[in-house]
């Protein structure tokens, strides 16, 4: 995947003062503060640093931390993990793959299919709504939205 790479002033121009601490300086939103923690609408969430789709709302799940949950990425190739020894703990950090914004960590105590958790922080997400179906015809109940959205 093509990488982009901007300064720490073109970050700070483009991301919030949270976005920037969580993204660029791998800080963590506190609990139950985020705005995607209790929400459970159906869409993408992309990197609020380069726009990349991060998770789909089919992945999410409630895991009662007070952090936005998913089972899996979208794409595998659009994370990258890191080991991280902060606090005197070893986590795996879940990084953007295209920016390298800090996102959050992911754990080993997630439900199945994947029995992973990827904890994630809501400022380092944009969500964006499935489309609607035009002309007002309802999608039939079990509809599946199309698959293949290039990377
Ligand atoms: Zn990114």
Not at 102 to 118: A, I, K, Q, S
Request: hydrophobic share 30%.
């Amino acid at each position: 995947m093509e990488t982009i790479t901007r300064t720490e002033a073109q970050w700070r121009a483009l991301l919030t003062d949270e976005q920037y601490e969580v993204l660029r300086e791998k800080g963590t939103e506190r609990a139950f503060s985020g705005r995607y923690d209790k929400f459970y609408e159906p869409g993408v969430y992309s990197c609020a640093g380069c726009g990349l789709d991060l998770f789909s709302s089919r992945a999410k799940f409630n895991s009662g931390t007070g952090w936005p949950s998913f089972y899996e990425p979208i794409d595998p190739a659009h994370v990258r993990l890191v080991d991280d020894f902060g606090f005197f703990m070893r986590r795996t950090e879940v990084r953007c793959a295209r920016c390298d914004g800090h996102l959050g960590h992911v754990f080993e105590d997630g439900p199945p299919p994947t029995g992973l958790r990827y904890c994630m922080n809501s400022v380092a997400l944009t969500f964006r709504p499935d489309p609607q179906p035009n002309g007002g015809d309802q999608a039939p109940p079990g509809h599946k939205p199309p698959e293949g959205r290039d990377g």
